[in-house]
């Protein structure tokens, strides 16, 4: 069975999960049976922001991730812990944080909304 046909309580193989990760989510990794991103801040303000929308996110998914929180980075960490591995869960809340996190609304085309200014002073992600 491909990954694509998986349950959504099913656990992936690690050979799996690193298929996935590499189409799909560029900048995860897998880590001792987790999923998980580092997201680069310019300081505290910033990490409490990250930190936050990911646990709006992850509460409305019902779907909670560990979290290493440091001055200037948020590591995040996703397994299902009934399954005893990653699951679909887990991709689709990873998508669902990268695509909010690194979020940048200057780089879209026909948008009204400009992004922060390239100023240091309002920069808050650190951008790959």
Request: glycine share 6%; charged share 30%; aromatic share 12%.
């Amino acid at each position: 069975m491909g990954w694509r046909e998986r349950k959504n309580e099913e656990a992936y193989t690690d050979e799996e999960i690193e298929i996935r990760l590499k189409e799909e989510l560029r900048h995860w990794y897998l880590e001792n049976g987790w999923i998980r991103r580092k997201y680069k801040t310019s300081g505290w303000k910033s990490t409490l922001m990250v930190v936050n929308t990911v646990g709006h996110l992850a509460e409305a998914a019902f779907h909670h991730p560990d979290l290493n929180v440091s001055y200037a980075f948020v590591i995040v960490k996703l397994m299902n812990h009934a399954a005893k591995g990653i699951t679909n869960k887990d991709f689709e809340l990873a998508h669902k944080i990268e695509d909010i996190i690194m979020w940048q609304p200057g780089k879209e085309v026909d948008s009204a909304l400009e992004g922060t200014p390239e100023d240091p002073r309002f920069k808050y992600i650190k951008y790959e």
